[in-house]
């Protein structure tokens, strides 16, 4: 019997778990069954003692007769015996023979798991229905479904651990369907109105400013408190027309090593009383796999992410490799290594590595990072578009509010020449917020759909949305007109765009488009002056491979085609021991030697680039 109720038990368990991660139970209905079955374990065991167990003993009924029968009373007299033997074999039967018996334990069993059914039911009504204390706050109607919330950073007198604990709950609350964290990038326009920095630290206070101004459903704020060895995370929801407090959270590390275990917590009970499904609260990636194990791997992520949100690029990348230096499976971190080598225009070799790491450690990212991961992957690495965009397209239908995957698939879809529902996706994008990368690609695919005055007029509404940014949008409207063949008009609005805009990188990109126009015309000298410029800036144009490119160019247009090769052939013979392979751009070098025919050196650069840069990065 103790095997039999072992192994119904077990079933039991893995019947509710089941259960729970399909269909969402409450968190504590396993440990409640786990008691029911300890409890019925002695019941059980005590009823199969008693009924089954041990030899049933009886006590004699009656007293003993005479010793002498006569011949008239023999026929009774052997009735009687009978009938005393028969008695004696009967046993006697007490109180716990009728209380243990199989018919009760079934009973009392069947009606301890209604019970559970019961209550478990009740706490699912009231939570969904916004009743009593097991109400979520989109049941009770105080919260959206779908509702911005703004996390503030929390309040500590270690401001690095503050840094860190807010960045960890960051990452694991983008795993909520129910909420979406508004991303510091795009409150930097709104902390500009309010006169304070783009990397200023969003106290309560300033969260709850930033939620009143931009119509934001929510604030969370939170504090990190110790005792002794011990830390202490509360946090609280904070909503309403007087910004009172929705409901309050409370969660506590032994030690600095348990504080990614409380924050996991932390954020699970955040989800879970914003109203998420218990399924994907309980069935998420826990932090620890999201994130990283380490906490000085996340120390050093979360410097990284200020860094980026300052605008220093090349800081924020350095500390993204100190992460995954630190923990070799910090799969966010690996991520953020590629964008960023992919946005500076460096290293390709170490930008698909980063990728493809990423890739291969997708299943330790929160649901929209591995998306954009898998999207970013093919997109970059790969070369599979439609992976590309089946990635994205999987990511909107989870969550239609993410305006990285807008942007990224409105650009797949240009590619695909599915130019109007391009469109759209930018238009949806920039419904959110004004922002300079989506209205650039709004003003190319603007172009594809309607020319040079489509894209001109897209540009001149993105000047007014977002004026700090003109340089970019004025440089793709220079691009506009010479890809429309308006070069008289490019080369006017290429003149005014060199004089207006006079940072580094805004010289190189006027640079660029003076030289390519210089060369349309017929004017090498011009153009071999403006290649000159290119050395203020570092960065893709400034790479020697590519400048001896750009020359070899003005010296086939001169008709010298022995010059250009001899450029460009020579200019790998310096860098070869210099640049890594995935820098001495062999795809625009091996275009030119074609184009003069310089069979033989383009066979031989050909061979070394396949030799010495990986396929995948071909």
């Not at 005590?46 to 006569?70: R, Y």
């Not at 100190?322 to 500076?344: Q, T, W």
């Not at 238009?427 to 005055?453: D, I, S």
Request: cysteine-free; overall charge negative.
């Amino acid at each position: 019997m103790l095997g039999i109720y072992l192994a119904a038990s077990w079933i039991v368990l893995q019947v509710i778990d089941v259960l729970g991660n399909n269909f969402g139970l409450p968190e504590w209905v396993p440990p409640f069954a786990l008691v029911l079955l300890l409890l019925g374990l002695p019941v059980v065991l005590a009823t199969a003692f008693i009924q089954e167990g041990v030899a049933n003993l009886a006590e004699p009924v009656g007293s003993s007769g005479p010793a002498d029968v006569s011949p008239s009373n023999e026929l009774s007299s052997v009735s009687e015996s009978q009938s005393a033997q028969g008695a004696t074999a009967r046993p006697r039967r007490g109180a716990h023979h009728r209380l243990f018996t199989w018919r009760n334990a079934i009973l009392g069993g069947a009606a301890a798991f209604t019970l559970l059914g019961i209550l478990t039911a009740a706490y699912l009504v009231m939570r969904t229905t916004g009743i009593g204390p097991a109400a979520t706050l989109v049941a009770q109607g105080v919260l959206e479904e779908g509702a911005e919330v703004v996390l503030a950073d929390f309040e500590s007198p270690d401001a690095e651990l503050a840094n860190v604990v807010t960045g960890a709950l960051r990452i694991d609350l983008l795993q909520s369907a129910t909420i979406r964290i508004v991303p510091r990038a795009e409150l930097a326009s709104a902390l500009g109105r309010m006169q304070q920095a783009e990397d200023a630290v969003i106290t309560g206070q300033v969260a709850r400013e930033l939620a009143l101004r931009e119509g934001y459903g929510a604030v969370i704020e939170g504090e990190i408190g110790t005792a002794g060895s011990s830390y202490v995370l509360t946090a609280r929801i904070m909503g309403g027309e007087d910004w009172a407090p929705l409901a309050g959270f409370r969660q506590t590390a032994k030690n600095e090593a348990d504080l990614i275990d409380a924050i996991e917590a932390l954020s699970r009970d955040i989800r879970d009383k914003a109203g998420e499904s218990l399924r994907t609260v309980r069935g998420g990636a826990p932090l620890e796999q999201v994130t990283t194990t380490s906490l000085q791997a996340l120390r050093a992520y979360t410097r990284a992410e200020a860094l980026e949100e300052a605008g220093d690029r090349l800081g924020a990348l350095e500390l993204y490799e100190s992460a995954v230096e630190i923990d070799p499976d910090f799969a966010m971190a690996y991520r953020k290594i590629g964008v960023h080598l992919g946005n500076i225009g460096i290293r390709r070799p170490d930008q698909v590595a980063a990728l493809t790491r990423a890739y291969e450690l997708r299943g330790r990212l929160p649901e929209a990072e591995r998306h954009l991961a898998e999207g970013y992957y093919h997109s970059a690495v790969s070369g599979d578009r439609d992976a590309a965009i089946r990635a994205y397209e999987g990511l909107l239908a989870t969550d239609p509010g993410n305006t990285t995957a807008h942007n990224n698939l409105g650009v797949l879809y240009r590619v695909r020449g599915r130019l109007e529902e391009s469109d759209e996706l930018f238009q949806r994008r920039l419904a959110e917020e004004p922002h300079a990368t989506p209205y650039g690609n709004l003003v190319e695919t603007r172009f594809m759909l309607g020319g040079y005055p489509a894209a001109s007029a897209t540009a001149d509404t993105a000047i007014a949305a977002l004026p700090e940014a003109e340089f970019a949008f004025e440089s793709l409207r220079v691009r506009s007109a010479v890809a429309a063949g308006e070069y008289e008009l490019a080369d006017s609005l290429a003149r005014s765009f060199a004089e207006r805009f006079r940072r580094p990188i805004e010289i190189v990109m006027a640079a660029h488009q003076r030289y390519r126009l210089a060369a349309i015309h017929g004017r090498l000298r011009e153009a071999e002056r403006h290649v000159a410029d290119f050395d203020v800036a570092p960065g893709f144009l400034a790479n020697p491979m590519y400048m001896a490119i750009l020359r070899g160019e003005l010296a086939r247009v001169r008709g010298d085609l022995a010059e250009a090769a001899r450029l460009v052939t020579e200019r790998h013979d310096q860098i070869r021991g210099s640049l890594p392979p995935g820098d001495r751009v062999y795809e625009g070098s091996l275009y030119l030697l074609l184009q003069v025919e310089a069979v033989d050196e383009a066979q031989q650069l050909f061979d070394e680039w396949v030799s010495e840069v990986p396929e995948n990065q071909l």
